[in-house]
């Protein structure tokens, strides 16, 4: 009869170590690094951010007008729902930048995962920068350039 309170005891401890464990890597994987505000960095993050949330005016407002893009383009494009990015390289010239990163998708449960580069061309504007050239996911609407 003394192991039945042992044994219960024992479950309790251990339900609570694995809510502890699943705490703590939920909390890890919440770390994004915040970039200067207004820096290309900073853009291209807000940027992906927005895309994957779906909200499609506040990623308009990253990109350079003279693209063209709409809502439309962003809801025809494919981009897993799952996407991280990692930031690889910046450079910035006075005219323009070029952030490299890393945009991976590891959920999806029967497919292999999706690792692949992006390069994205930044401008100088009165806000700050703003992406121009072929942005992903939307590599279609190149306006007038």
Not at 66 to 84: I, K, N, R, S, V
Request: hydrophobic share 45%.
């Amino acid at each position: 009869m003394r192991s039945l309170p042992n044994i219960v005891l024992a479950i309790i401890t251990g339900l609570v170590v694995i809510l502890a464990i699943a705490a703590g890597i939920f909390a890890a994987r919440d770390t994004a690094p915040k970039w200067p505000a207004g820096s290309p960095e900073a853009v291209v993050q807000t940027y992906a951010q927005a895309v994957i949330d779906q909200d499609y005016a506040r990623a308009l407002a990253k990109l350079d007008p003279a693209l063209g893009c709409t809502p439309e383009d962003f809801a025809q494009a494919y981009y897993p729902q799952d996407t991280a990015i990692s930031l690889l390289q910046t450079h910035i010239g006075p005219d323009n930048a070029t952030v490299t990163v890393e945009l991976g998708s590891y959920g999806e449960p029967f497919f292999d995962p999706f690792i692949g580069q992006e390069h994205f061309e930044l401008v100088p504007a009165d806000s700050g920068w703003l992406i121009s050239g072929t942005p992903w996911p939307v590599y279609g609407c190149t306006g007038a350039l």
